[in-house]
């Protein structure tokens, strides 16, 4: 396997798999902790797949591989900016979660605001839940960025250019 696709893999890929998983099942577990709607991939299946319906009995397919799809995508991004700086520390990963939360809840925002039938739900709650999902992506995605990179074989960020 080529080099190029090994750091994919293991240092976007995998990082962003994880950390996305770790999101998603913080969102569920205070939807059921709190008797509330925090579940993205639910939300962007209803917004994107069946935008006029208000009700979705489907599963939320689409919804969940929009969502990983962004977690990569955001994966992609951190490991950019740490092989610039070299130096990928648990604070980072917090304050890169925590700055992809802010954005995340921009977007959605004018997401809710901009559909035609956008769910009923407690919007200035789920905002901030996104700022704290986040903030635990960052943190999923340092830490298994970081195990990964321990592991033989994969290219120190020194060496990824």
Request: aromatic share 14%.
């Amino acid at each position: 396997m080529t080099t190029i696709i090994k750091v994919i893999l293991k240092r976007i890929f995998l990082p962003g798999i994880t950390a996305t998983t770790a999101m998603t099942a913080f969102s569920y577990g205070a939807s059921y902790v709190r008797k509330n709607t925090f579940k993205e991939p639910e939300h962007l299946n209803r917004l994107f797949v069946h935008p006029r319906q208000k009700k979705v009995n489907r599963p939320p397919i689409v919804g969940f591989l929009l969502h990983y799809f962004v977690g990569v995508w955001f994966s992609a991004l951190y490991h950019s900016l740490w092989r610039r700086i070299k130096s990928p520390s648990w604070t980072g990963g917090v304050a890169f979660g925590g700055l992809c939360g802010l954005l995340g809840a921009g977007v959605w925002k004018v997401t809710f605001a901009a559909h035609p039938k956008p769910p009923r739900i407690n919007l200035s709650s789920y905002l901030l839940h996104i700022v704290i999902a986040h903030i635990i992506f960052g943190m999923f995605l340092e830490k298994t960025d970081r195990l990964v990179g321990k592991k033989g074989g994969n290219m120190p960020y020194e060496q990824a250019d």
